[in-house]
């Protein structure tokens, strides 16, 4: 009568069942750190070793893997400083996955976890990154955590949870081909609010979500933190296997839902009723039709972020520019080295340049309003990522328009807001 | 703990404007202070007194898992935030890292403390007093493992 996570949390605790509301101290299979929870996490210990505690070795250096994603390439003296103490972190305590920029493979954190399959199915995984969930899609229980907590579990293996009470979201049918899962998680954000899954689970099945490719259903799990979510999951199948298959990971102990598993609530789509769905300033609950908002202006398209920038999202993109030009500055950036190099062999690097549009370097960059394209006051921006509360993307007067890779690159055409349908 | 409340009559306020993303790269805790609350309050920093109390809406802190935020607060005086609701990773960088105490309050008590006014609040007796007021609000209890841990002073000192 368990569920997924339920099982994972309790397999973890070691326990032969756990219930929402539990609270467990769990083992951690692998932990994340970037270039701004690494030096968050250096600094905690540095506080405890002036409390008088040793600090000379980690739990497990095989079970941590470090990404430097949001202030590369170093925007200023301090976050060069940051990537520079972190690469003296990781060789002092014997970290040897660490994603460097500039060194073959490297990119956004969460983008990482699946692209080098960094967590596998069954396992539980945290990170110092609220978009943590994203990892969810794998089968596995991923949450974000602060600092603190991540310097407890680097020293502990295990953090305390409280087991959530699982939201079931069924998708009856595939999507349109106009609609993507960034559509239907916004439509979601908008149906339940900000906090519509505070401290919960947001599992997602039906057949929408079968017929989905994995790569969508991480933009699902990716925006279950906009929703208030602990963590997002999708059980694995097939097209999960032959994910990770690709990437040369076959050993892994799956969990699945119990024949009579348990949720506090189902809620129901139809995946042929989803519309290309926009979310408005100031919120990520606060959604529109595309089409409704056909007559906003934009200044600025973006195409990036762990949520926006995965190889299909570049696929999707180029599907709208092939043969066509920008109308507003457009800006696209890959998530991983490993996609960039994917869409130039795939020619959609070439696509990107004809139609008039940057191609920069995989990066949280504006996303998160840390550089690299961030906007002035009164700038109108629509973008693939997750977020657009005041401030977001760069001043706090500036407005950003959160949508699916197709209505960005469409309205990218235009210079509107435009529903992927209504491009001639 | 005795303080005086700064009041934002809002809804998830968010870790982007308790403390925005381009000072995320600073990890200096007296430095991040002087941002604090900056995407929603330019003269927080200026208003701010060591003790202070923020009431707030519900969802406090949703967004990023940024432990900058607690931080910042804390950093600038802030001792506890009394609001609706907290969002889950402010709420436990909050209480694991024992930067300030996140106190759920009901909506009757929300509405009826003011900016300016002067409280009290005794977690032992899960207790507000509106001084300014003359009022007793109560606060919702912590769960224990919260509770034990505010006892131990954050997650390091605590014991499983």
């Known amino acids: 009568m368990l569920n997924i996570t339920e099982k994972i ?58 990404a430097e994603d949001h202030f590369v390439p170093a925007a200023d003296k301090i976050s060069a400083q940051n990537i520079v103490s972190l690469t003296n972190f990781t060789k002092q305590f014997g970290i040897k996955r660490h994603f460097k920029y500039g060194m073959g493979q490297y990119g956004i954190c969460h983008t990482l976890s699946h692209e080098e399959a960094m967590v596998l199915p069954g396992e539980v995984y945290v990170g110092g990154d609220s978009h943590t969930n994203t ?22 293996g295990k953090i305390w949870f409280k087991v959530p ?11 349109p081909d106009h609609v993507m899962a960034k559509d239907l998680i916004l439509k979601i954000i908008g149906d339940i609010g900000t906090d519509g899954a505070a401290y919960k689970t947001m599992q997602f099945g039906g057949t929408g979500v079968s017929e989905m490719s994995v790569e969508e259903r991480l933009t699902l799990t990716n925006m279950t933190t906009e929703a208030g979510a602990k963590s997002g999951i999708v059980e694995p199948d097939q097209k999960l296997r032959d994910y990770l298959a690709a990437r040369g990971v076959t050993k892994y102990n799956e969990v699945h839902d119990d024949a009579d598993a348990q949720y506090e609530k189902i809620y129901e789509y139809e995946g042929s009723k989803i519309e290309p769905t926009v979310a408005k300033p100031f919120s990520p609950e606060n959604i529109a039709v595309a089409r409704d908002l056909s007559s906003v202006e934009l200044d600025k398209a973006y195409i990036g972020s762990c949520t926006g920038a995965k190889l299909e999202d570049l696929r999707a993109v180029a599907k709208i520019l092939k043969g066509r030009t920008v109308k507003i500055r457009t800006e696209v950036l890959p998530a991983a080295i490993s996609i960039f190099r994917k869409a130039m062999d795939e020619g959609l690097l070439k696509i990107f340049l004809d139609a008039g549009v940057v191609v920069g370097p995989p990066t949280c960059g504006a996303c998160c309003g840390a550089h690299m394209g961030v906007l002035a006051k009164d700038e109108i921006c629509i973008s693939t990522t997750n977020r657009n509360f005041p401030g977001r993307m760069g001043h706090v007067e500036s407005q950003t328009y959160l949508a699916s890779p197709l209505v960005t690159a469409a309205s990218a055409v235009t210079g509107k807001i435009t529903d992927p349908r209504d491009l001639k | 703990m005795k303080g005086s409340v700064i009041k934002y009559e809002r809804d998830n306020i968010d870790t982007d404007v308790i403390l925005p993303g381009p000072y995320l790269k600073i990890h200096d805790y007296v430095e991040l202070a002087k941002h604090a609350m900056e995407g929603l309050d330019k003269d927080f920093h200026k208003r701010v007194k060591p003790g202070d109390f923020i009431v707030a809406g519900k969802n406090f802190g949703c967004g990023s898992s940024r432990e900058h935020a607690p931080i910042a607060l804390s950093y600038s005086g802030i001792k506890a935030v009394l609001a609706l609701s907290f969002a889950r990773i402010f ?24 900016d300016s006014d002067s409280l009290e609040v005794d977690i032992s007796k899960n207790e507000i007093k509106n001084l300014t007021k003359n009022k007793i609000y109560k606060m919702k209890p912590f769960p224990e493992l919260i509770g034990k841990i505010i006892e131990a002073g954050g997650l390091f000192n605590y014991k499983p």
Not at chain 1, 34 to 59: N, R
Not at chain 1, 135 to 153: E, I, K, P, R, S
Not at chain 1, 165 to 175: A, S
């Open chain 1, 165 to 175: 009470e699982t939201l079931f979201f069924k998708i009856n049918g595939k999507l």
């Open chain 1, 9 to 66: 949390l309790a397999r973890a605790s070691g326990k032969s069942k756990v219930s929402p509301g539990d609270v467990v101290f769990v083992n951690v299979d692998k932990v994340m750190i970037h270039d701004v929870s690494g030096p968050g996490v250096i600094a905690v210990f540095e506080k405890l070793k002036k409390t008088g505690m040793k600090i000379d070795k980690i739990w497990d250096p095989e079970r941590v893997w470090v």
């Open chain 2, 91 to 114: 709420y436990r960088n909050a209480v694991d890292g024992a930067f300030l105490l996140p106190i759920e309050i009901d909506e009757s008590a929300y509405k009826d403390i003011s």
């Open chain 1, 135 to 156: 990892t969810g899609a794998l089968g596995a229980f991923a949450a974000g955590l602060g600092h603190t907590d991540v310097a407890y579990v680097l020293l502990n």
